[in-house]
């Protein structure tokens, strides 16, 4: 099993930036490529990006250029740097782990692990 946590959420005006981090815990060898999701109110789940283990990157149309995702395998770490901020980017921001089946011989099973997020407010 795999425990995500992120941080970093708040309150910021239009124009501002945040940095999200999400902490990732438990059987991190199956970890392979990591992501941020949100949820405006009333809104479907989206993806904002995403990176694979080799650091290859992934971004929301409405986010690129303003938004870096990162990683620290050695760390375990998960981040995301928002810059420029909108009221529309107000949103519940979630963690996402994904897991091969195997990694080497380690038994991973496959699965999809997510966060429990941190709220972004974005004040025009």
């Known amino acids: 099993q795999v425990q995500l946590v992120e941080s970093g959420g708040g309150l910021v005006q239009a124009g501002g930036s945040l940095r999200l981090s999400c902490a990732a815990s438990?059987?991190?060898?199956?970890?392979?490529?990591m992501g941020w999701y949100r949820q405006a109110p009333g809104k479907g789940r989206e993806l904002v990006a995403t990176?694979?283990?080799?650091?290859?990157?992934k971004y929301a149309t409405s986010v690129k250029g303003r938004f870096t995702i990162s990683r620290d395998n050695a760390e375990n770490t998960l981040s995301l740097q928002m810059n420029s901020l909108k009221a529309e980017d107000t949103a519940v921001y979630y963690c996402?782990?994904?897991?091969?089946?195997?990694?080497?011989?380690?038994?991973?099973?496959?699965?999809?692990?997510w966060g429990k997020g941190t709220l972004v407010t974005v004040s025009s």
């Open positions: 996402n782990a994904d897991s091969p089946y195997w990694s080497g011989s380690h038994y991973c099973g496959g699965k999809d692990y």
């Open positions: 438990g059987d991190t060898i199956c970890i392979s490529a």
């Open positions: 990176i694979t283990s080799g650091s290859g990157t």
